[in-house]
C-alpha cells in the first residue's frame, strides 16, 4: 500500500538552511511495459505531490524535464499537466549508475505507447492507461532529447514549465560523467535551464533533502523569483512497489520573472 506523503510548507529562511545529498537512488532500467507502467503509477503519485498547490493554471503546457532518464517523470509530467508537448532532456551516457542510452529510454516509451495502444477496451478502468490513451489519442507524448543541462546551447526554448529532479546536486558533485563541477557548473545549469523557461513560466526543482551538501537556493535565485519551498516525505520505489523506506525531499520552486 502507498505509504502516505506528509507536506509541510516551511518558511524559506528556514528551507535555506537545508543541505541535500548528491547521490541518487538507481533507477531500474524498464525491462517491460508493464513494469514501466506499475512504477509510472506511483512515480506520477510522487509528481503530484510535488506539485500540489502550484499555481498551475494554463492549458496546453510546453513542458522539458531536465535529467529525465528512463523517462518516468516525462510521462508522469505530461500526464500531471495536460501537457501539449513534454520533452526529456538528458545526456543519457549512463556513467555512473543506470545503463542508460536514448535508444533504450527512446525504446523503453514507445514499447508502453505501443502496449497502451494495443489494450482491450476494459483495461480502461485502469485511471492511468486511460489518461494515456487519452494523450496518445491526442498525438501526445514525450519525446527525448540528448543534450547537456551544463554545456549546451540548443536546448529547448519558451517553456511554460521546467522540471528538474535529482540532478543539479548531481552535477555539483560531477557524478554522471558531468566533467564541469562545482558551484560553477550549477551555476551554468541553472541559467540553462531559466534560459529554456519563458517568462512568466514556472521553474521547479526536487532534490533529497539530507545535510551536508550544497545549497541550490542561491544558484537559483541568481536567476528566478522565488515562490516557496517545501519538504515532503514519500515512500521509496523498489521493483515491487514502494518500500518500507522513505526519502525527504525538497522541492523547490521559481517563477522566471
Ligand atoms: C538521479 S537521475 C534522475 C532522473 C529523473 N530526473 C528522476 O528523478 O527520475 C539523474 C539524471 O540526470 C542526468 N544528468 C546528469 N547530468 C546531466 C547533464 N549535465 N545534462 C543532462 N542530464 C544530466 C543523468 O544522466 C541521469 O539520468
Given at each position: 500500500?502507498?505509504?502516505?506523503?506528509?507536506r509541510?510548507?516551511?518558511?524559506?529562511f528556514?528551507?535555506?538552511?537545508?543541505?541535500?545529498?548528491?547521490?541518487?537512488?538507481?533507477?531500474?532500467?524498464?525491462?517491460?511495459?508493464?513494469?514501466?507502467?506499475?512504477?509510472?503509477?506511483?512515480?506520477?503519485?510522487?509528481?503530484?505531490?510535488?506539485?500540489?498547490?502550484?499555481?498551475?493554471?494554463?492549458?496546453?503546457?510546453?513542458v522539458?524535464?531536465?535529467?529525465?532518464?528512463?523517462?518516468?517523470?516525462?510521462?508522469?509530467?505530461?500526464?500531471?499537466?495536460?501537457?501539449?508537448?513534454?520533452?526529456?532532456?538528458?545526456?543519457?551516457?549512463?556513467?555512473?549508475?543506470?545503463?542508460?542510452?536514448?535508444?533504450?529510454a527512446?525504446?523503453?516509451?514507445?514499447?508502453?505507447?505501443?502496449?497502451?495502444?494495443?489494450?482491450?477496451?476494459?483495461?480502461?478502468?485502469?485511471?492511468?492507461?486511460?489518461?494515456?490513451?487519452?494523450?496518445?489519442?491526442?498525438?501526445?507524448?514525450?519525446?527525448?532529447?540528448?543534450?547537456?543541462?551544463?554545456?549546451?546551447?540548443?536546448?529547448?526554448?519558451?517553456l511554460?514549465?521546467?522540471?528538474?529532479?535529482?540532478?543539479?546536486?548531481?552535477?555539483?558533485?560531477?557524478?554522471?560523467?558531468?566533467?564541469?563541477?562545482?558551484?560553477?557548473?550549477?551555476?551554468?545549469?541553472?541559467?540553462?535551464?531559466?534560459?529554456?523557461?519563458?517568462?512568466?513560466?514556472?521553474?521547479?526543482?526536487?532534490?533529497?533533502?539530507?545535510?551536508?551538501?550544497?545549497?541550490?537556493?542561491p544558484?537559483?535565485?541568481?536567476?528566478?523569483?522565488?515562490?516557496?519551498?517545501?519538504?515532503?516525505?514519500?515512500?521509496?520505489?523498489?521493483t515491487?512497489?514502494?518500500?518500507?523506506?522513505?526519502?525527504?525531499?525538497?522541492?523547490?520552486?521559481?517563477?522566471?520573472?
Amino acid at each position: 500500500m502507498a505509504k502516505k506523503s506528509k507536506r509541510l510548507e516551511i518558511p524559506y529562511f528556514l528551507a535555506r538552511k537545508t543541505c541535500s545529498p548528491t547521490i541518487p537512488k538507481d533507477m531500474q532500467t524498464p525491462n517491460n511495459s508493464m513494469e514501466f507502467i506499475e512504477r509510472l503509477k506511483l512515480e506520477l503519485e510522487d509528481l503530484r505531490e510535488f506539485l500540489r498547490g502550484l499555481p498551475l493554471n494554463i492549458s496546453d503546457y510546453k513542458v522539458g524535464d531536465f535529467g529525465c532518464e528512463w523517462g518516468y517523470t516525462t510521462l508522469s509530467l505530461m500526464l500531471a499537466l495536460n501537457a501539449a508537448e513534454c520533452v526529456g532532456i538528458d545526456t543519457f551516457t549512463g556513467k555512473d549508475h543506470s545503463p542508460s542510452s536514448l535508444e533504450q529510454a527512446q525504446q523503453g516509451l514507445d514499447n508502453v505507447k505501443a502496449k497502451i495502444l494495443a489494450m482491450p477496451k476494459n483495461s480502461q478502468e485502469d485511471g492511468l492507461i486511460r489518461e494515456t490513451q487519452n494523450l496518445l489519442r491526442k498525438g501526445r507524448f514525450p519525446v527525448f532529447k540528448q543534450d547537456d543541462i551544463v554545456q549546451s546551447n540548443s536546448l529547448p526554448k519558451n517553456l511554460d514549465f521546467a522540471f528538474c529532479k535529482l540532478v543539479l546536486r548531481n552535477i555539483h558533485e560531477g557524478a554522471y560523467g558531468n566533467s564541469i563541477k562545482g558551484n560553477q557548473a550549477v551555476e551554468l545549469a541553472v541559467k540553462n535551464i531559466a534560459t529554456s523557461t519563458k517568462h512568466g513560466g514556472l521553474v521547479c526543482v526536487v532534490e533529497k533533502n539530507v545535510a551536508g551538501s550544497v545549497d541550490i537556493v542561491p544558484f537559483l535565485e541568481a536567476h528566478l523569483t522565488f515562490l516557496r519551498i517545501c519538504h515532503i516525505r514519500r515512500g521509496d520505489i523498489g521493483t515491487n512497489g514502494r518500500t518500507s523506506s522513505s526519502t525527504s525531499y525538497i522541492v523547490y520552486a521559481y517563477k522566471k520573472p
